[in-house]
């Protein structure tokens, strides 16, 4: 089979950086197109010298995207302007694969109350799959366009939907407590990930506010098929990379360690990147890869479910997920190109 | 007056080591003996050398103690080892601050229950005081035995404690999720403060069952009148010092950020030690000091009241709330010795 | 007596909120006021959080400079910036340091050369005392206008000095190996201190062409009355505070660990802040302190001589040494509100 | 052709666990056999968590090795241990790569004076290839044993050789300056570190005496053929993994920028994992790959040479040079299974 041909819109930030590195490996793809409206005309390996003689491409405008056959398109932009080129790409062949926020809530009037802007494109929301294969395999199989699921979302969807689906915790009161590595707040140097301001320290952040918030409980709306409430406090790390999530809810009913156990293993059988550990997983226990990893535990003296959840915030939280994506849109095995190992330590 | 004359069992450890950093500038006390039995003949500053030239005293062995006259003797010793000499000391002049959990908790029975240890002193528990100055200022005047608080829970009961006084939360589901630096492990090389297992890294550990659960239940059970349930989960920071705990509870009534602003503002009007602060506060913003900032805010959509506290674990987490208590036990200015500016960065 | 009056020119800054840090427990000098174009009218708690309750002064522009009765000045600006106000404050009663590089080269010309810029004020350069106290003590007790040594020069000058004092190494080749904290750059944000630019890595920068090395070979040529050649590489460590220099050098005669130690004692007796280590120093061991540790050894297989030194770079390489500084400028004890403890952990 | 069976020697370390991590996807290699004394019988993803459903493979005790038919032993085993076991299998029919650093040096009398231990297998010595593929390509493809090099030595024999080997420098007075990650201590919790003793902080040590010397010095007296005399300071850096090098060394004529490049660029000619910088690299640039990337450049001031040479202590440095060492032995592409791109950030 030929390599599909894959266009990466945004190169300077991290998500294209994960996207270049997990694709110039991939087997069964390859990258014909990066770009870059401030860098255009230098290498990829100039604006990430780590990566000299490995992705040497040139970066070009993207206006320049009509003279490459594409297959598929990695939009790794800032939400705002990402919705400007879903709109401007609507007729093309090509597929494309969202990893802003614009196309992954319910409805225009609920994006425009979080983001505080004008939704340029509300029938890409209609259109858009959102992109957790946990979930929705199916629809992301058949959509052309993919919403890809925002970090913090990712870990606590894949935390919560067991209990959810099965209609096994009280819905009004979940409590998601996220821990995030620095790369989730760009690459741009600013104070708020200056290093002296987050080494050695941590803080929480986005209280009440956060954006991430109405993702998650829009997403688990939909997988209750019920109203939740969702607290969700961020909180910055002094590390890279990972996020580790804390949720604490309630059983609705008598609850055990073996129900828990069982209902997890049966939701994520078919789920290569789900991994249901033994012990309380370790951000590093997942560094590198598409890995979720789950610890799911009952406390008896205080009737309370739970739930830690690591991933690589840049890849099962942004390109190693759209990557996945990418894999099931074209037919390939899920895992193709993600046999990432952790880099631990 | 003439400088109050301190004992400090126990120098190996971080416990000892911030005792002696503070009373070594302290106005009002100075140090006539620390202890140590592994390390008995060498100077504090062979145990370490960071202080050469600053704490160059002469260990001695625990067995020596009656050459000298002391007003007070600071135990700095595990849980387990500490209820020995507390009892050993019982009819000595010299008053007593336990730094280790053996006196803390409300009864012989709760302590063997969650320590998994018999209590050898059990009178001990009765007669100790729980040293929190801004619970228990007046009985902490008059007492012979402190039992100094334990690190999380002297982020999370300061936390809550107004609300908790006044009433205005429910009792049966209050989170505890904290995060804290490495140092609360101990100054013993062991794989869970493995450099390369903490850095750039970021887990939970002792959910359910960590002793601390029962502490801050426990005293919150006093504050509140009520019976508490407490879910307590600690986390694992890559950082020295500092506890970050973020505590989430529901009103019992119509909540409002003045209504929450006033009660803390006047529950600790006269603490020195704690700031209320305008945005969520950092660990760093602490470091070093005996301060505990606290940030406190109220989620209309929720109908959920979110704290954020934040402490130096090792200062008013141990040694720095020690010698507050030291201070208040011998009518000397809660703050003597304590005007300590955070190192930051 | 009473106390000092202090200005502190620039607020924004790490070397600005060091000194107010230092100063605010300083029992001999008090701060009448800091300046702050961009932040004026605001407060210095607002500017530094950390501060709140501690240091809340109102900034104000430095055009009022003249409503306050002041015995002396820091001048905490970047170089290019201080000498115009050097220049402006010449015929002021209070006294200067300025801990900038404009005051602290050999010449006009110099400076030009390797700061490629022009400088305003060349009577200063000939006015302006190196403010090293271990080498100039009784120039700096004198003084009006102090250049404030660097950080890396301070490091480096208080390692090699004995030696090229006594004329006992070779001054053509000497190797000045330093690596220092990220507080070095400057609090503004940039791509050089961003979080995960920094955080587990480490680079060189800056070598062959780094401006300390004119500063460093300078000194060193007053101390050993000849020409030396220094090689400096600066290299930036995953950490915030604090340089380790690392100085080889070749003796010019016989030389062995005794004659080493004995050099070293001598020549550091009356210096209150440079310890002299039994074994090789931590940057850890000094962190928070106006300590300069050296560590000086000699390999008989090589004949070559290697000296380690450490500081804290924004104490001894900064603010502390300016206090020092100042301190001998009023005829106080040079340690007078510099009894720093380390913070170590 | 049939996948080449590999038997790993010691499981708990790092080394262990990078070989496993790199042999997991090696096209032409499969693991056959993990040995552990101390956990013989558990899954290697019980001591290694991370590789939970990864590397599930059974340990078993190395004395059940002759039931494995085998084409490659690695052994990752201490130095002092590992001689004994190539001498037990000194007639078996599979090849031996030693990651220790029980056959490096020259002969049995340095080994024993620098290693303060009785060699047991001196005609180990005799036999062994200095596995540095980059030095040694063609002794390495006939060779049955090899020693593989330690990780000091690999950046600072890399970046010297090219210079040694065309005569270009003074060989008696050669300064190599290294900085390296923690987990060139190993796997086991110790003092050193400890995370609280590393974090924040930096340090040299072993002075004078650190065994890398004589490893270094001895290869780079065959590069050269003449005696060198090299001066090796080691530090530790509070970072995972990674070792920075700077080199001064003084050239023996006339030196320019241009002829630098020429010989380092025709020396690594046929090196695919040498890269030559055109800015100073950082170790993150490396992280998690077999490359060693070079920066070199010329001091017309000073009339120095100035190299800069950064791996990945525990792939370059250890497992992955070992790889590609098996690589060559086996007549694959050097490269193959060692296709990593660097994890930056």
Redesign the interface.
């Given at each position: 089979m030929a390599k599909k041909k894959i266009g990466i819109i945004g190169a300077t930030g991290?998500t294209g950086s994960e996207l270049v590195?997990i694709l110039?490996?991939h087997p069964d793809a390859e990258i014909s197109l990066i770009t870059s409206e401030s860098r255009a005309g230098e290498l990829f390996s100039d604006v990430?010298?780590?990566?000299?003689?490995?992705a040497d491409q040139k970066l070009v405008s993207i206006n320049q995207i009509d003279d490459y056959e594409l297959d598929l398109v990695f939009l790794a932009l800032p939400h705002g302007v990402s919705m400007d080129f879903v709109k401007r790409f609507k007729d093309r062949s090509f597929k494309i694969i969202d990893l802003s926020g614009d196309f992954r809530l319910s409805s225009r009037e609920v994006y425009e109350e979080w983001y505080k802007l004008n939704h340029v494109h509300p029938e890409g929301i209609e259109k858009a799959v959102f992109g957790s294969p946990e979930l929705y395999f199916d629809e992301i199989k058949d959509a052309n366009l993919i919403a890809n699921p925002g970090c913090f979302p990712t870990s606590a969807i894949l935390g919560l939907a067991p209990l959810l689906k099965a209609n096994l915790i009280e819905t009004d009161?979940i409590?998601v407590?996220s821990?995030t590595g620095?790369?989730g707040a760009g690459?741009k140097?600013?104070?708020v990930?200056?290093?002296?301001?987050?080494?050695?320290?941590?803080?929480?952040?986005g209280?009440?506010y956060h954006r991430h918030t109405i993702e998650i409980q829009g997403i688990l709306d939909r997988v209750s098929g019920k109203e939740t409430?969702?607290?969700f406090?961020p909180?910055l790390?002094?590390?890279?990379?990972?996020i580790?999530t804390?949720i604490?809810a309630?059983p609705t009913e008598k609850m055990d360690k073996t129900k828990l156990k069982e209902l997890y293993t049966a939701f994520y059988a078919r789920a290569p990147f789900v991994?249901l550990?033994?012990?309380?997983?370790?951000?590093?226990?997942?560094?590198?890869t598409n890995y979720c990893d789950l610890?799911v535990?009952y406390?008896k003296?205080?009737h309370?479910v739970?739930i830690?959840s690591v991933i690589d915030n840049l890849i099962k939280g942004a390109a190693g997920q759209a990557v996945q994506n990418m894999n099931i849109m074209f037919g390939l095995e899920q895992t193709s190109g993600l046999?990432l190992?952790?880099?631990?330590?």
């Amino acid at each position: 089979m030929a390599k599909k041909k894959i266009g990466i819109i945004g190169a300077t930030g991290y998500t294209g950086s994960e996207l270049v590195r997990i694709l110039t490996n991939h087997p069964d793809a390859e990258i014909s197109l990066i770009t870059s409206e401030s860098r255009a005309g230098e290498l990829f390996s100039d604006v990430h010298p780590f990566l000299q003689g490995i992705a040497d491409q040139k970066l070009v405008s993207i206006n320049q995207i009509d003279d490459y056959e594409l297959d598929l398109v990695f939009l790794a932009l800032p939400h705002g302007v990402s919705m400007d080129f879903v709109k401007r790409f609507k007729d093309r062949s090509f597929k494309i694969i969202d990893l802003s926020g614009d196309f992954r809530l319910s409805s225009r009037e609920v994006y425009e109350e979080w983001y505080k802007l004008n939704h340029v494109h509300p029938e890409g929301i209609e259109k858009a799959v959102f992109g957790s294969p946990e979930l929705y395999f199916d629809e992301i199989k058949d959509a052309n366009l993919i919403a890809n699921p925002g970090c913090f979302p990712t870990s606590a969807i894949l935390g919560l939907a067991p209990l959810l689906k099965a209609n096994l915790i009280e819905t009004d009161r979940i409590i998601v407590d996220s821990k995030t590595g620095v790369t989730g707040a760009g690459i741009k140097a600013k104070s708020v990930n200056l290093y002296s301001n987050v080494n050695d320290n941590f803080k929480a952040y986005g209280l009440k506010y956060h954006r991430h918030t109405i993702e998650i409980q829009g997403i688990l709306d939909r997988v209750s098929g019920k109203e939740t409430l969702i607290q969700f406090t961020p909180h910055l790390l002094p590390v890279d990379r990972g996020i580790l999530t804390t949720i604490y809810a309630r059983p609705t009913e008598k609850m055990d360690k073996t129900k828990l156990k069982e209902l997890y293993t049966a939701f994520y059988a078919r789920a290569p990147f789900v991994r249901l550990r033994k012990q309380e997983p370790a951000i590093k226990d997942v560094r590198g890869t598409n890995y979720c990893d789950l610890y799911v535990t009952y406390d008896k003296r205080t009737h309370m479910v739970i739930i830690v959840s690591v991933i690589d915030n840049l890849i099962k939280g942004a390109a190693g997920q759209a990557v996945q994506n990418m894999n099931i849109m074209f037919g390939l095995e899920q895992t193709s190109g993600l046999h990432l190992i952790p880099l631990n330590p």
